[in-house]
């Protein structure tokens, strides 16, 4: 069984959903973070204790070669996709995605599948592939 695996077991068994895994660097800190989601929302004791969880797993497997940061949150309002299942799961809501030749396009997001998005803009309704996207993520009107 891998570290994602065990993770998302861990996860899972407190009633939420592995939405990513992050391993970066911010003021000279290794910082391995990892997103929750969860139907009834995220809160700071389910954070705290997928955390408690996750730390004796993380001593065994180290992510990280020295020091880190171990952080549980969830992803925000405005998240990254990156996977299939953030597109799945993200229907309905406002996306920007922007493809390798820089282009952007946002709307709602209205469909996705195993193979492609659509997205209604003002202009219509765009299919968009997964290989065809540079970057994507969700964004929030005020």
Known sequence: M???ESIQLAVEG????LYDIVSLKENDNNIYRIYITAPEGVSLDK???ISRQISPLLDIHEPMNGKYH???SSPGI???LKKTNHFISSVG???KI???DKNV???????????EIVVKTAHGEEQITYDEISSASTYFEW
């Open 2 to 4: 891998t570290l994602e």
């Open 14 to 17: 407190n009633g939420a959903k």
């Open 47 to 49: 954070c705290a204790e």
């Open 70 to 72: 171990l952080e549980v």
């Open 78 to 80: 405005e998240r990254k």
């Open 93 to 95: 809501e406002k996306v």
């Open 98 to 100: 922007k493809d390798f």
């Open 105 to 115: 396009i946002e709307g709602e997001l209205v469909k996705a599948d195993e193979n």
